[in-house]
């Protein structure tokens, strides 16, 4: 308390000076006080020069204010307590003798060791002094005189600012264990929050400890101090969040690789329902350690996102497994499909190349088909459960269905080519049957006709017999129908050749008869006329000679193809057709069926 009396009776009588030189106190013996024989004025230089700061690396202290520092103590002035409470009232010979010693001693140390003001060499008189004061108030009062500062004032400053920077280095000091205590690493929001206010509460008790009864100075320290708290807590609350961020980043990264090393573990393919419970099981392992590694900052809103990102990574690496498991999937039933199409072909072949009647080829492409199914299941039964087992499962079927109908076009080529032989052979049969060796042209037009057909069915009936067992395919019935045109074919080559032997038994009645038309058409003016006559004049000559007994109708045919046949003939009749040649001619075919 005796110090803090001193700053401030320094305070208000030295205030406007730049330098303080003497510092003489003046107070009660305290001898009685002192330890180990140490006088007053030690003591008052132990006090002075002890630093305002705990650790000992400042020099300020109030002894470095003042060039000289002396300390007097006066004695207990009187006895009597009414003069105690007012010496003024004391004569001088009411105070004690050590009293009075010593006030005179004081006395003559005040005189020898003031110095007086000096003006130009010269002390400064009363009047001066007075002259000087005068002029110094007034320009105070009218605000013309500079504010020097006092050494008191600088002393003061160097105080705040020396406290404020302390508590500033006592905070950051507190925050820096907090971190250490984290090796430097990432701190929970809430307990960086809480060692700060105390880091905080503790540099505003130091300061104002520091600062005691510097009122102004305490708080404006105090202010400054906070606000340097608040910017250091800010920078390190940022830095402590950027390594929230990365550390966050860190493990969710971290956990994304441990998950995809583990489902690289995985034998592909695997049924689904096991990777999906695998899956499950690395989900949950994955937010176990990040919990574990990280749970610490589930206030960060850090945490939050990154686990989000780790779920959302997690569900991309788990649909990118099922994926590459599905492609294994549809790879292995592929190849099932080509393995169970592989026994088919084997087990339908042909391989004497014979062909197969249908209710043969059926059994054999049904019991074909049933082993395909058969391998195609034990090769992928493990995926049976699987979405994709049906789809492909009907991909084989529809597979083995198209290798049925070209087995099946195969077979039918076979009979066709079977059946296409035995045409052959019959067509060959029927030709030599009717040929010259086995039936002497001309020959009666019905009996021609009836040997033809005669020949016909016995054709037909060996083909039936031959190709019975096919008769249920259309290669029977194609070949049937190109039976059946073979042998009209030679039918029409047969008639031809009987009317070309007729027409070389009545060439010469025909001749004859060609003559006799150009002789006599110019009498018949309708083409209908014309060739009435034609066939009349034939007819005439053919009853002569071998023609004679041949039947009308053979007659009449053999005429009307010489007639068709005839160019010379054509050519007549060619000039009797028109307008009024055909309504005569009608009339003229009219009045026939009358006559």
Known sequence: ?????????????????????TLFQVVQDFVQLTEDGE??????????GTSSREDGKHDISLLGIFEKVDCHTLFLPATKKTLLQDLSKAKEDELTEEYRAERDAMVSLL??????KEKNGQPITGPELAALLEILVKAANEGSLAEIPGRWELFIEELRIGAMEDCLTYYESDMNLLLSKHKDGVVNETELKEWHKNARDKAKQLITKLLLGLETASEEAMESMLKGTEEKFEMIWDINDKKIQLRCSEVQQKIEIDAEEALQKVTFPTKT???????????AKCLRSYNVEVGFLSDNTAFQRHLQRLETGLDYIFKAVTLKNNEAIEKKLKESIEIAIDHFLEASKNHNRIPRTTAVF?????????????????????????SLYRPYFGLLLERVKEKVEANRDVNLQLVENVCHSTVQELVGNFRHNTGPSKMVLPLNNTELESRLNKEKAVAFKNYVEIQAMFSDTSAYSEMRDLLSKELDKICKDRENENYKAYMKEVDAPLKTSLKLIN???????????LYEYMKEVCL??????????WQRTLKLTIVEKFIQESSELQRLLATRRGLYSSIKGFFQWLLSFIS
């Open 1 to 21: 308390k005796g110090v803090i009396q001193i700053v401030n009776h320094i305070k208000r009588i030295l205030r406007k000076q730049s330098r303080c030189t």
């Open 39 to 48: 006088t007053p004025q030690q003591w008052l230089h132990r006090i002075m």
């Open 111 to 116: 005189r020898n060791n003031l110095i007086p």
């Open 273 to 283: 329902n096991v990777l999906e419970e695998i899956q499950a099981e690395v989900k």
């Open 362 to 386: 059926n059994t054999v492409m049904e019991a074909a088909s049933d082993g395909a199914k058969q391998v195609f299941e034990s090769s992928s039964g493990f995926a049976r459960e699987e």
């Open 519 to 529: 002789l006599s058409e110019d009498k018949y003016d309708t083409e209908y006329s």
């Open 540 to 549: 005439l000559n053919l009853d002569e000679g071998k023609a004679k007994h």
